[in-house]
């Protein structure tokens, strides 16, 4: 580079040009590294003190090296930790001694000579003309990569370290890790691969061009590339959810009724689906219906499995499904892969029983419930019976309902209802006495039973997780009450009980609770408690095709 520099000045620009072409970045970015490796070279020649500046024309190749000196306030000598360094900077009084026209910003430029590079210095302009183009070409990668995250790219493998592949895409390089690999897949250097860029990051080793084969939108845009229909939009792919090189769900919709998304992604004879099957390594591919009411939605998504019962808990995002006895293990799985999948496709987190397992415990809390009110009201099996065929199913309803809603009962009358709502009420009062017998025994301070929305089995419940006083309300937060998931092995996810849990509070009303005893404690202000108006949506959101986590 030093007898590029000093010898031929056109030879400098053809240098740049090339180094431009090689790299694909512009060639004023290699010019600018070179002038500042220049820049460098002289102060290191001249001295570090000195501000000297390298421009070459990008005509000629004409380099030209002056050294400058700036004016500034005379408040700057003053207020620098160290001599101001004279060589760069002049005092505006300093300059007025020789200038009269000075003024603060003004630069005096002196020309200096050309002169040849040392050894060190070569190999020092060497390194930081490398370093920036370098720096240019990963921008440049970083900049084009990063609005293709979404996209299936095609590349050659160039070369496989501890089970992760590191992909040449031509203009850039990317690597499919281990957990983002279809199992049991092999590739050799050479091979040709498609893939899927799921995120460009930056990184200080350069930007990291991340792809996947196990991703969830790899099989969505290999079915955009088979199927006319969903590269057009006619036909929506709303969720996938794959077992990578085994099994997948995918969950499709129709925006025009006379087109069936199904079929249409099959194919003729399946041909449109064996096309990506015979790309995943022969992975099975179930292509469901969706369907905005999310029961009809999780009974498709159990598809091969019949299901003759759903049960939701929207608050837990949990739902129960009753199948028949002969088809459990079909709507479990192999190794539970059926329902875990259908769980990812949906959300929700599925639990699976037999229509003779829901009717045993239909059953059992039958008899629970007669017992309770046998105990609880004094009465005996047919009055206990009664009121649970009715549908009560605590000792509250029957104490506090309107007393028609008793009296109305087949075989009751007014008085009937009078004395089992009284029985009632004289059970509960004991019952609380009980419970604040044993507040006050687990310690629990009064104070905490004024805080709205805390009953005395409330209050007992919080005694026993130790939870004592209004400040250690106060310092929870919501899934302290109502338990959390944390990831276990094989991808499924452990239950942590929380001090609440029996209650089924909501996450709005855990945290309402823990605010209020915050309120008390003065951490916040009652104002903060007032719900904000609710935003209005401008539209619902793309449904994404990441696999959705479980529950």
Known sequence: MATGISANRLELLQIADAVAREKSIEKEVVIEAIEEAMQKAARSRYGAEHDIRVKIDLATGEMNTKRVVTVVEDSVRDNLEEPMNTYALMTLSDALKTDKDAFVGKTYEEQLPPFELGRVQTQMARQVVTGKVR?????????????????????????????????????????????????????????????????????????QIMLSRAHGGFMAKLFAQEVPEVYDGVIEIRAVARDPGSRAKMAVV?????????????????????????????????????????????????????????????????????????????????????????????????????????????????????????????????????????????????????????????????????????????????????????????????GLLEI??????????????????????????????????????????????????????????????IMRARVVMGWVEASELEPEPEAVEEGEADAGLEPQNEG
């Open 452 to 513: 709205e929305g805390v009953t005395l089995p409330i209050a007992v419940a919080l005694g026993k997780g130790d939870v004592k006083t209004v400040e250690d309300l106060a310092g929870l937060v919501p899934d302290d009450l109502r338990g959390w998931f944390e990831p276990g092995k094989d991808g499924e996810r452990v239950r942590q009980s929380g001090v609440l849990e029996t209650f089924t509070l909501s996450p709005d009303d855990a945290e309402a609770l």
């Open 135 to 207: 720096e240019a070409e990963r921008e440049r990668q970083y900049e084009e990569y990063k609005d293709r995250v979404g996209e299936i790219i095609n590349g050659v493998v160039k070369r496989v370290e501890y089970g992760n592949i590191i992909v040449d895409l031509g203009r850039g390089e990317g690597v499919v890790r281990r957990d983002q690999a279809i199992p049991r897949e092999m590739f050799n250097i050479g091979d040709r691969i498609r893939s899927y860029i799921y995120d460009v990051r930056r990184e200080a080793k350069g930007p």
């Open 254 to 446: 129709s925006n025009d009724s006379s087109i069936d998304p199904v079929g249409a992604c099959v194919g003729m004879r399946g041909s449109r689906v064996q096309a990506v099957v015979a790309e995943l390594q022969g992975e099975k591919i179930d292509i469901i219906q969706w369907n905005p009411d999310e029961a009809t939605f999780l009974v498709n998504a159990l598809a091969p499995a019949e299901v003759t019962k759903v049960m939701m808990d929207e608050e837990e995002e949990r739902v129960e499904v009753v199948v028949p006895d002969e088809q459990l293990s079909l709507a479990i799985g192999r190794r539970g892969q059926n329902v875990r999948l259908a769980s990812q496709l949906t959300g929700w987190q599925i639990d699976i029983m037999t229509e003779t397992q829901e009717s045993e415990r239909r059953q059992r809390e039958f008899t629970e419930r007669t017992q309770l009110f046998q105990e609880a009201l004094d009465v005996d099996e047919v009055i206990a019976q009664l009121l649970v065929t009715e549908g009560f199913a605590t000792v509250e309803e029957v104490a506090y309902v309107d007393e028609h809603e008793v009296a109305s009962i087949e075989g009751f009358d007014e008085a009937t209802a009078e004395e089992l709502q009284a029985r009632a009420r004289e059970y509960l009062d004991k019952e609380a006495a009980e419970l604040d017998a044993k507040r006050r025994e687990l310690g629990v301070e009064d």
